[in-house]
């Protein structure tokens, strides 16, 4: 069997930190091919991209993502014994848990909870000579959330946990401070998902039944057992915070709406389906999940390389995303690409890939989709803004990317909606 090249780098890992969203789409491109072997942190590992990596990696019960990620990161984005960190019928029962995110009531439960939160907010921006769009839409998906799951929270409690959520998110891809402001907080608010367990199992009215965490508090696993309080508290976590995470896309639409002006003008002028492609371009385009990693479970061949079992393995999500032979001018931002997109779920995989309900594809994309569709509508048709001079590049090297200034407005004008035709 042929071998598949090598980066003759010792090992790759400050290069990863350096090159960030770009290691392993470079390095594609030197050695022409979609699959090449590195080290990291000292290990072999074999990295890939595109869409057949994408059909390779995302086969359902070929890979475990125990171990795969750091630790460090592992601990702010999912945490040990959570639904991600399990595979087979441990996996499918845990993961029916959050399988009513799919669901239309629900999403739009969600959006509706966030349009309220934003309504409230906009009229105290009015008032201030600048807004950090990006800290601002954090804290009101944090309400948002919240409240929908069953567990409204207070003025300063928002703010507070809206800060942990984010912390939790900024640090996922750091080495350093920022990772360990990320863990500090992430044990305060576990602590306090915790008490929140507690408390929805010993009084039966403390959460509404039929919520978000109702449901996880009372969840049983394979066993018929309910998880622990801190498993429950980490499953708990994952809903809350990879909804305060929407942030960035909703800060990367606002970065778009100012540098495509042509893009904000037929959103104004409702263009059909013109919002959808919009936001799935802006998922497509910026930078969200730079990789996925796994370690293979049952051996198999892809691209005449043998993969056994335990190697650890690399998707480039970030490159998939911008592959030139799967989206034409893959740098140019252009949403009308998408009213020809084919649906693939290997080929557009900001949040993952395959199928949600065989494999770990993130059963939250929907309501990613509806919430940013959302919060373009409101900074499009409910408010008006200036954009001061600011630095709005974004670096690649920084995991997770964010524009420098967080996009920053000024000037806040709330235009009353307009109100929708009767479905």
Known sequence: MPAIPRDDSFDSTLALLSDGYTFISKRCARFQSDIFETRLMLRRAVCTMGEDAARMFFHPGRFTRRGAIPPTT?????DLGSVQTLDGAAHQRRKQMFMPLLE??????????MIRHWRAQLAKWERQPQVVLHSEVEEI??????????IPLA??????????????????????????KGQALRMRTEQWARGLITTARSSRHAIPEGSMAHAIALHGDTDGKLLDARTAAVELINVLRPTVAV???????????HAYPDCRARLA??????AECFVQEVRRFYPFFPLIAGHVLVPFEWRAHRFSEGDWVFLDMYGTNHDARIWDEPETFRPERFRHWD?????????????????????????????????????????????????LQIDLSRMPAIP????????????????????
């Open 247 to 257: 942030a960035r896309f909703i800060t990367f639409a606002a970065l778009a709406l």
């Open 343 to 391: 649906q693939s779920p290997f080929n557009f995989i900001p949040q993952g890939g395959g199928d949600y309900l065989q494999g770990h594809r993130c059963p939250g994309e929907r309501i990613t989709i509806a919430l940013t569709r959302e919060a373009v509508r409101m900074l499009v048709s409910e408010m008006r803004y200036d954009v001061p001079q600011q630095d």
């Open 74 to 78: 592992l601990m702010l984005l999912q």
């Open 141 to 150: 998906l944090c309400r948002a959330v919240c409240e929908w799951a069953g």
């Open 104 to 113: 239309s009531p629900a999403v739009d439960g969600l959006a509706q909870a």
């Open 155 to 180: 003025d300063p409690e928002a703010r507070q946990r809206a800060e942990e959520f984010s912390a939790m998110i900024d640090g996922s891809g750091a080495i350093g401070p920022r990772n360990w």
């Open 404 to 423: 420098a200034s967080r996009f920053v407005i000024s000037n806040v004008r709330r235009i009353e909606p307009v109100a929708r035709p009767a479905a």
């Open 269 to 274: 002028a409702g263009e059909d389906g013109y």
